[in-house]
């Protein structure tokens, strides 16, 4: 047994790699991608170190490429959510003693594993299965999944440095113990990087875990995964499963051994999870954790003051980047009438130079919408705009699905600051744009914080420090990552922990050491070292007994 104290540095942001014609990272990306495209895979899940298949399979196609089979993945039913629960609680023990650096070598292991040998593995994965272009790829499932590694594993060891005051005669210490039971992670089909850092977050800090990840992300998941089992990962501790939603809550929901839920979805699941959790909590051993970010309606407040070209720029990049299927996407405007006019007819060019298609053509910016279920949601949403007489189409509004899941980047303008384009999540490449008054900017701002249930992300675009000033006041409630001068969108591990309130979820803040903390059973201990052998205190003397 060792008696050394481990001290993990504060790491680097991994540097982006550019992609740039001739660079070498696009020639072994693009080498990649033909790979994957020449192989198709046969995708098992991973339940207790060992390789699953049911012979029950679902097809994976690129969303851009509907006609290419890329593989199959093996789906499960509430028999392999069980097994994945008692792999898990079987490896709880030991893992739960694991000291605390040979935890932490085996994420960081897996950290320059995807840095170094699976860097265009994880990324022609991304661009494939989820219809990435290469630099959004690059930002999320290589860049942001390594720092969540080791940005996790130097904020954990912040945290069990933390200790309690001790007087003299006293020693107290605090340990921090995982929780009792298993944790289940429940991963979106958006970023392969939340993928990766909702099961490796609760198991960095000794719990074992359960992960379903979108059926839309499987080819991705399962390449971390393998990355994962290669770094070290005893046998157990995470365990990928690919059941139905209902099924896995059947079956998790309803075992006394639930100990918590890191999820990231849509708001009408997290509710109904928390309701099911609520519902049974006379049924488990501890009150489970639930951590949850459920999604956005972000917003661009642009002052007078602003920069035409700032606020194009931002809203072309912060509503159309991966054809605005970021929970931070911006999805409504508002746009002073002293540049608006300007504002548009800038966008509207600036679109017209966006090229569309497939993620193997790096020329191209806009990529598909993910599967035909959202598809067919967010054209709805245009075709009702196009006959309402209270909006107007500025830009795009043209969709097919003959080859692809492609939407064009749309801009709708409407009179009403409450038309439903403006309210609801579309999570699609739409953005809805209304004009106020520039001399009625502080009652925008509370129109702002008014029109939406969500509070995710959000931004104000101004030079004047005052307006910069009122807006952070008045809107500090409506995004739990706010941005001054820039496009809501883009929040780096180490630099802005990600996460709202509201109905955008619990705010537990992704990359930080307050999501960390979640993960946690913490356990005071005093020790007495010259312990009290009279029950008596001083006051209970009598007066004359001095």
Known sequence: MHNAYFHFAAPQNEPVL???????????????????????????????????????TVDIRPPHEIKHKLGHFHMGDASHVQTAIDAALAAQAQWAATPWEQRAAIFLRAAELIATKYRYHMNAATMLGQSKNAYQAEIDSACELIDFLRFNVH?????????PYSPAGIHNRTEYRPLEGFVLAVTPFNFTAIGGNLPTAPAMCGNVVV??????????????????LE???PDGVINLVYAEGPVLGDVCFAHRHFAGIHFTGSTGVFQQMWKTIGGNIDKYRSYPRIVGETGGKDFVVAHASAPVDVVVTALARGAFEYQGQKCSAASRAYLPDSMADEVLEKLKATLGTMKMGTVEDFGNFINAVIDERSFDKISAYIAQAKKDPKVKIIAGGN??????????????????????????????????????????????LQLVDSTSDYALTGSILATDRYAIELATRKLVNSAGNFYINDKPTGAVVGQQPFGGARASGTNDKAGSMLNLYRWLNARTIKETMVPPVDYRYAFLRADDDV
């Open 18 to 56: 550019n992609y740039a014609p001739g660079s070498p990272e696009r020639a072994a990306l693009k080498k990649q991608l033909a790979a994957f495209k020449a192989a198709p895979a046969d995708i098992p899940m991973y339940i207790g170190g060992k390789e699953v298949r049911t012979g029950k």
């Open 211 to 228: 992960w379903k990840p979108a059926n839309t992300q499987v080819f991705a998941a399962s390449m971390f995964m393998q990355i994962l």
């Open 231 to 233: 770094a070290g990962l």
């Open 399 to 444: 969709y097919s699905k003959t080859d692809g899941y492609f939407i064009e980047p749309t801009v709708i303008h409407t009179t009403d600051p409450k038309y439903r384009t403006m309210c609801e999540e579309i999570f699609g490449p739409v953005l809805t744009v209304y004009t106020y008054k520039a001399d009625q900017f502080e009652e925008t």
């Open 155 to 163: 904020y954990l060891g912040e945290i069990y440095k933390q200790q």
